[in-house]
């Protein structure tokens, strides 16, 4: 198996250009992020440049973290703004050769939430197609984001169905789908040809894939019969330093 560094979890103690670098000294294959905007993309094309390592994805920015906004493209009266996260994220992902976009929704319910998110993602796919990207949405469990407008991996493909474009694909993230739904094998396996990303943290508690109710040797070996060859995103909160997190990595790589 080939694995990512997720550097919003793993190494985020350290600027993203010096994430980069931990990550390949750690024998990562990829990275992905979530919010790279700080960094000059500059710096981060440098860090890849210089690994050898692609930055698989980013997502678009979360709007007003501080009054709890995590996502806009849902929200009817953010149009505008949803928009323009979108095109900063194409134009960041497109200075570091990034491939995947991760449009986040945001917190709001109901069938206008649906419309609104459906016409932003086809803004977004039209915008993406120009530079070769793939726009991912990812449905977050009820526990860690309450009231986030996407919430399942049926719900993401009936939004999938919806948009009905060519660049837009699921972020299959087996942490929050066990959360929700369960069924990781089945799941996988009929939605192997939506998956655009596959992402991955022990269940309940969010650490690495070595404990908790889901057994990843059986998960990652089911991903791997399916024919998915692209690398998994190691999504986890380290619970002390990421490189005393690793054993799984030697284990399973
Ligand atoms: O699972 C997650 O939380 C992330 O993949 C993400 O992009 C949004 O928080
Ligand atoms: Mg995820």
Same mark, same amino acid.
């Given at each position: 198996?080939?694995?990512?560094?997720?550097?919003?979890?793993?190494?985020?103690?350290?600027?993203?250009?010096?994430?980069?670098?931990?990550?390949?000294?750690?024998?990562?294959?990829?990275?992905?992020?979530?919010?790279?905007?700080?960094?000059?993309?500059?710096?981060?094309?440098?860090?890849?440049?210089?690994?050898?390592?692609?930055?698989?994805?980013?997502?678009?920015?979360?709007?007003?973290?501080?009054?709890?906004?995590?996502?806009?493209?849902?929200?009817?009266?953010?149009?505008?703004?949803?928009?323009?996260?979108?095109?900063?994220?194409?134009?960041?992902?497109?200075?570091?050769?990034?491939?995947?976009?991760?449009?986040?929704?945001? !917190? *709001? $319910?109901? =069938? #206008?939430?649906?419309?609104?998110?459906?016409?932003?993602?086809? %803004? &977004?796919?039209?915008?993406?197609?120009?530079?070769?990207?793939?726009?991912?949405?990812?449905?977050?469990?009820?526990?860690?984001?309450?009231?986030?407008?996407?919430?399942?991996?049926?719900?993401?493909?009936?939004?999938?169905?919806?948009?009905?474009?060519?660049?837009?694909?699921?972020?299959?993230?087996?942490?929050?789908?066990?959360?929700?739904?369960?069924?990781?094998?089945?799941?996988?396996?009929?939605?192997?040809?939506?998956?655009?990303?596959?992402? !991955? *943290? $022990?269940? =309940? #508690?969010?650490?690495?894939?070595?404990?908790?109710?889901?057994? %990843? &040797?059986?998960?990652?070996?089911?991903?791997?019969?399916?024919?998915?060859?692209?690398?998994?995103?190691?999504?986890?909160?380290?619970?002390?330093?990421?490189?005393?997190?690793?054993?799984?990595?030697?284990?399973?790589?």
């Amino acid at each position: 198996m080939r694995f990512s560094a997720n550097l919003g979890f793993l190494w985020a103690d350290l600027p993203l250009p010096d994430a980069i670098h931990a990550a390949k000294d750690h024998g990562f294959d990829a990275v992905e992020c979530h919010w790279p905007y700080a960094f000059d993309p500059g710096d981060v094309r440098a860090a890849l440049t210089a690994t050898g390592l692609t930055m698989l994805g980013l997502n678009t920015a979360r709007g007003d973290v501080d009054a709890g906004e995590n996502g806009l493209s849902a929200l009817p009266e953010r149009i505008d703004d949803a928009r323009a996260a979108i095109d900063a994220a194409l134009a960041y992902a497109r200075a570091i050769d990034a491939q995947n976009i991760h449009v986040m929704a945001g !917190f *709001a $319910s109901g =069938p #206008d939430a649906h419309q609104v998110f459906v016409e932003n993602l086809r %803004y &977004a796919c039209t915008a993406a197609a120009s530079q070769g990207a793939t726009i991912l949405i990812e449905p977050l469990n009820r526990h860690d984001a309450p009231g986030y407008f996407l919430q399942t991996a049926d719900q993401a493909v009936r939004i999938l169905d919806a948009v009905a474009m060519p660049n837009i694909k699921l972020m299959f993230d087996c942490y929050h789908v066990q959360m929700m739904e369960g069924d990781l094998s089945h799941r996988l396996a009929a939605l192997k040809d939506r998956i655009g990303h596959i992402q !991955f *943290a $022990s269940v =309940p #508690d969010r650490g690495a894939p070595d404990h908790g109710e889901v057994n %990843y &040797a059986h998960v990652f070996e089911v991903i791997r019969s399916l024919g998915y060859d692209q690398p998994l995103g190691a999504e986890y909160k380290p619970n002390g330093p990421t490189v005393q997190t690793l054993n799984w990595l030697t284990h399973w790589r």
